[in-house]
C-alpha cells in the first residue's frame, strides 16, 4: 500500500462517540466562493477548492484547501483534526506552507455552528466558525479577537458548496 492509501479511512473510529463527530459530515469535494480573505474580495470572485476526509484510521479529519485567482494559487495548505478523549473536543491544526502560517485551535459544537477557538502563530486569538451548515453547503467565518478584547474582526470568509459527483 502507498503512503496515501494507508493515511486515508473509510470512516471515523468506534472510539469517536457519535455525537462529538462534528467534522465527518464535510467528507468529500467542495467548491468555494471566497468572499473575504484579508480585505472583501467580493468583487474578485475568488474561487476555491476543499476536500475533506478521514484519516489515520478515522481518528481524524483532515483538508485541503486551495484557492485561486486568476491561476494563481494563493493558498494551498491543510488542516487536520484529531478527536481528544480527555477534553471532549478536537484538536486543530492549519497549516499553510506557501505563507508559513499555522494556527492552532479546539473545535467543538456550540449550538448548530461548529466553533474552533485558538490562536495564529503570534498569539492573536482567533475563533473560526462553519455556520449555517447543511450537507451540502457551509458558511465559514474566520474571525480574531481585536485588542479591545471584546470585538470579533473578520478575517476571512467562505461560502463552501458541496461539488456533484
Known amino acids: 500500500m502507498t ?8 470512516g471515523r473510529a468506534p472510539e469517536i ?17 471566497v468572499l473575504r ?3 472583501d474580495v467580493r468583487e474578485l470572485h475568488v474561487k476555491g477548492e476543499a476536500h475533506f476526509g478521514w484519516v489515520l484510521e478515522g481518528r ?16 494551498y495548505g491543510t ?7 480527555a477534553i471532549e473536543a478536537w484538536r486543530v491544526t492549519w497549516m499553510n506552507p506557501i505563507s508559513g502560517r499555522r494556527d492552532e485551535l479546539t473545535g467543538r459544537r456550540i449550538g448548530n455552528d461548529l466553533v474552533q477557538l485558538g490562536h495564529h502563530q503570534d498569539g492573536t ?22 485588542d479591545d478584547g471584546e470585538t470579533w474582526r473578520l478575517e476571512a470568509e467562505f461560502i463552501g458548496k458541496r461539488k456533484k459527483s
Do not use: C
Open 125 to 146: 486569538i482567533i475563533r473560526w466558525r462553519f455556520v449555517e451548515t447543511t450537507n451540502d453547503f457551509f458558511h465559514w467565518l474566520g474571525e480574531a479577537l481585536s
Open 79 to 85: 488542516t487536520i483534526r484529531v478527536w481528544d478523549a
Open 3 to 10: 503512503m496515501m492509501e494507508r493515511l486515508a479511512a473509510s
Open 60 to 75: 481524524a479529519v483532515q483538508d485541503v484547501w486551495i484557492m485561486k485567482h486568476e491561476g494563481i494559487v494563493a493558498t
Open 37 to 39: 480573505y484579508g480585505q
Open 17 to 33: 462517540p457519535e455525537e462529538h463527530d462534528i467534522y465527518g459530515w464535510l467528507e468529500g469535494a467542495w467548491e468555494l466562493d
